[in-house]
């Protein structure tokens, strides 16, 4: 889980080093691509509707800002009974990213489902840190990965209209990691191979995308990660703690309310983690919507902006229609997080608050659009109080 930053568009070029140097917006809107659907393979459960969905959302910090435009998209195919009986394919595509995952329902037992998936992209486990809302772009680096993991998903039968699934992966993800051409003074990781036990329960579930009217989740999930070949990292005078192990602790309570033609969408999550970096840390902040566990909103923030070894998130959003006829609703938003940074910042909890607003509407060939502003209140612009961020959405269903 980590990621981050950037600026003007050349041509590609090669660094000292020889690696291809893309431009700093190209890198972070790149990287973005592939880890938004990502994203997507926590659902504990296998999807079995057919989509054919392409979602892209975008945003940046104004006034103030250190934050360089950050773009997030991908096209999303998924089949049930393809390529064969019992089997759901889902496939996403991002430019110069892909990932695939393959369900097998076994026949004696259509509640069972075994499978395996694969993917892999540039930029994804990128670091760009900030502190007080000023970019460190020399401790900044890039991390490239490709993984292969296997599952199984067990759906329990219930008489709520809830299903509960609980589902079990393996994987292994192998990152490889290379100076930006600001990287000064700083040593990056080893190429190294991290092997992944994850165990998640879902009760529920909630549509995914930028319309969804009803739902309700519970999620649960549990992973322990070990790093071979993993030396630790940081300032050349003093790495940071290095640790091959490292543990997550996560669970979110949400739903969409349908209350009259409005809908209110609440939501609670938190994580715990131990021996967490900069690399296994959560990223919250941004105006970004529905990209768990890529980042986790906070209105008027950078995009994954704060990392955190533990947090605690409230998220409150209320959509009302203004017209009807073409779609167009208001969205206000609230948000509050408490977050305990991973080394090397000191182990100490703040807190982080934010506010919003957004008008959605409807676009030609039946597309979704949401363009919204965010304050973040205690967001450290500057010496002062107040960040600014504007964002983007846009959906298309084929």
Not at 138 to 145: A, R
Not at 156 to 171: F, K, S
């Amino acid at each position: 889980m980590p990621y981050k930053s950037c600026s003007e568009i050349y041509i590609c070029k090669h660094s000292q080093a020889g690696y291809p140097h893309l431009p700093e917006v190209m890198r972070k809107i790149l990287a973005g691509l592939f880890l938004l659907f990502l994203c997507s393979q926590a659902f504990a459960q296998v999807d079995v509707e057919t989509r054919r969905t392409l979602t892209v959302q975008s945003g940046i910090g104004v006034a103030r800002s250190d934050e360089s435009p950050t773009a997030f998209g991908f096209y999303w195919y998924n089949q049930n009974n393809y390529p064969w009986t019992n089997t759901a394919l889902r496939v996403l595509f991002a430019g110069i990213f892909a990932d695939m995952e393959l369900s097998c329902f076994i026949p004696s037992q259509p509640t069972t489902a075994i499978g395996f998936g694969a993917g892999g992209g540039l930029f994804i486990d990128s670091i760009e840190p900030y502190e007080r809302g000023k970019q460190i772009s020399t401790n900044s680096f890039f991390g490239d990965l490709v993984n292969a993991r296997v599952f199984i998903n067990q759906t329990i039968p219930n008489p709520t209209p809830l299903p509960i699934n609980v589902r079990g992966t393996y994987a292994v993800t192998k990152s490889f990691y290379r100076k930006t051409g600001d990287t000064k003074g700083f040593d990056i990781p080893d190429n190294f191979l991290t092997q992944t036990l994850t165990a998640e329960l879902r009760l529920g579930g909630i549509e995914p995308g930028l319309t969804a009217k009803r739902g309700a989740e519970l999620y649960i999930s549990l992973d322990a990660n070990y790093r071979d070949g993993f030396d630790g990292f940081g300032l050349s005078a003093s790495h940071y703690p290095a640790n091959s192990m490292n543990q997550h602790a996560y669970g979110s309570l949400s739903g969409k309310i349908p209350i009259g033609p409005t809908v209110l969408y609440p939501k609670l999550a938190g994580g715990l983690g131990n021996d967490i970096d900069q690399l296994s840390a959560w990223k919250l902040g941004g105006n970004l919507i529905n990209l768990d566990p890529y980042t986790y909103t906070i209105h008027g923030y950078y995009t994954r902006e704060l990392y955190a070894e533990n947090f605690a998130l409230g998220n409150l959003a209320w959509t009302f229609p203004i017209c009807e006829e073409h779609g167009v609703t208001g969205n206000l938003y609230g948000d509050w997080a408490l977050i305990k940074p991973p080394p090397p910042e000191p182990g100490e909890y703040h807190n982080y608050l934010g506010v919003g607003a957004g008008v959605g509407f409807r676009g030609p060939w039946k597309s979704n659009w949401l363009v919204s502003y965010g304050y973040g209140i205690n967001a450290v612009r500057e010496g002062e109080h107040g960040g600014h961020e504007v964002s983007l959405a846009f959906e298309k269903k084929f």
